[in-house]
């Protein structure tokens, strides 16, 4: 045993004591001499750092354990490689795992100070955008939970997913300075830095009898410094590492520019290198396309790639088993010019035989598709991918070139085959095509839902699955229960554990125990009452937030996720115009009260998104102050979705919105968050909506709309929205009300190129999909009256939704892509 394993062993020899006089202690130790406060001076914010640093010492021990026992059981590690990691905050789920929570609150509560309040002052680290970044963010908590040892890879951005604000109706972005007051939980090891090249030249070396070696020049360089947070899974058994990179020049200051006088020139180069990781590209499921974003991409593959071949290096004598030891997941294809960088560092850096490389580049690498969406599929231009990763292009031409020869000779592809599945799309202004890379250079590409894969294999890669039958499986994706139920919903949690127990706690899928539960009136009345309380607790907040106040006892029906056409906010906000002209000219009718909320980002570069978001905030003006509708419906959109939002959205919800037009969402995470609270779905049979209602039954979710085929047909056929239209009055007159400025009096034409659309093209099937949505809710509304019935699904829903755990998704991965077992 090491000197230093010794000293940790010895350092963990007297575990720590989880009883509140401990943990009081050692909290104000923290606020005393981390601090520098006493507990009479400290302000909440102190409390809240305080806090942090405490429990962080208790990870810490898990984690130095954890690092230890990889290391010398030379275990395999799974290293996953993501542009974006959507953690929220961080304080709250490390309390909760560690098993602290009654303690921590106690020991606070000594001093006054309330633990919800503490955590409300963490910021929410919004280092993603979206579904695939948080996503990310639930694998590396699980991959903790379950036992597999592992890194996250990905940017420390400075500044992460603008945050929202709503001014005259529109979305403003502002800047989000999560770092602002540091981060307790992050430590900066400048020990563990590497250099990232960009541009400059590629000479060859010529030694007789040996193959021709390339030395990459660059005519830049920057500093890649790794920043680590610590991960703890449940109950504290295990802890990984997230290594963020932030970027620094190599020199702080050009002294020679600063002393000839040029003092902001000085300082050029150091502002260049810190760009590259100052800020998120806030695009989802759409490509970005600027140089920098190449850069980013770049920048965190190298650097990673860098860490991980220094790793395996200190305990292995060559590279040749590197994809014993390690397993690389690309999430989409943000990282996947890892696959021309490592093969670059194999061959010329470390002086392997281009075939071998090839064998462990392929074997070491895996891929995670997460779009069909065309505008979201990743390609550069050629000319710029040259010049800023000149040796990366000749490796990508020589992938290409081999790939291609085997095709000719191995699967007789000829012509239009071949260019389908060529790594460079010579239609468009010769552009090199991520999609291909990360396919050719992985073992193993996934889906993210059972319908995203077959179709995957239908569309983007029908060509490569033709060559490569065996490459593509599927990996439907989940989320942590850890999170989205324990800690968001702490009522429901408290139920579920006196009807069944604690076993969920442990293993989800424990969760069916419920199931016979939904026929026990009893229990369905605890279970509402839970749903009430939660829904008191999201209108305190929208009431605080926006000065409206909503009646609890109305349906909460709720879409909160992106803002994009193909998730049809617009179909759901024209459902509500609808409804609005239903209730006022038919006062007589029994209607359901509801309440519609809505909320998410739209990219600040997507203008119809934008609108949908203006439009939802006038029609819920004119709707909330319409007298005619006596409170019947009410329309709220809450600005600034994030995840902290989410953890007290989900649990509020009746109705989760899952409506996006078929065969565009890729797996949806947000539909499983909503279901294992409790609310019943409304969607098109799209993303996981299918295996959850395989997993549900079909009287527990509410499925409507064109199927994936008949949109594909459409389309096909040359559908427009005029003929829906017209058979449909109620459609009709929602889309005449919007188009001629009902809801913006001051500017009559706002939206009539957005009903246009819909009229003359109808894209995303809106006019076609009204009437099947309509009736679906309004069938939800009858289900309503009869509250035994719909409090008996929405039990069911949670009872049957540990499947969708991201603690299955991950033993899957382990088990099918990554070949480690788990330890837990
Ligand atoms: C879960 C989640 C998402 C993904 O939602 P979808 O409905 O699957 O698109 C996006 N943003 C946040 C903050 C989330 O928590």
Redesign the pocket.
Known sequence: MSVTAQKQRTLKSEPRRNDADTLALEIVEKLTYSLGKTTDAARLHDWEQATALAVRDRIIDQWLTSSRKAREEGAKRVCYLSMEF?I?RLLRDAISNLGLTEPVSEALARYGVELDLVELLEPDAALGN??LG?LAACFMESMASVGIPAFGYGIRYVHGFFRQEIVDGAQVELPETWLDHGNPWEFERRERSFEIGFGGKVSTLEEPGKATRYVWRPAERVLAVAYDTPVIGWRGGHANTLRLWGAHPLDPILLDTFNSGDHVGALVESNKAEAITRILYPADSHQAGQELRLRQEFFFSSASLQDIIRRHLTTNESLSNLADKVSIQLNDTHPAVSVAELMRLLVDVHQMDWDEAWAVTRATFSYTNHTLLPEALETWPVQLFERLLPRQMQIIYAINAEVIRGARAERDFSGEAVSAISLIDENNGRRVRMGQIAFVGSHSVNGVSGLHTELMKETVFGDLHRLYPERIQNKTNG?TPRRWLLQSNPGLTGLISEAIGDGFRDDIEKLIELDPLAQDAGFRERFAAVKRANKERLCAQIEDRLATSIDPSAIFDIQ???IHEY?RQFLNVIEAVALYEQIRAHPEIDWTPRVKIFAGKAAPSYAQAKEIIRLAGDVSRVINSDPAVRNLLKVVFIPN???S??EIIMPAADISE?ISTAGL?A?????M?FALNGALTIGTLDGANVEMLEHLGEENIFIFGLKAGEVAELRRNGHTGRGAIEEQPLLRSALDSIASGVFCQDEPGRYSGLVDAIRDRDWWMIAADFKAYWDTQRRLDALWGDRAHWDAIAVRNTARMGWFSSDRAIREYARDIWHTPPSA
């Open positions: 959507l929220g979206g579904g948080r989320v909160v996720k992106r998730k979705y994030n995840v939002l989410a899952q969402e797996s949806g995470t947000g539909n968050k």
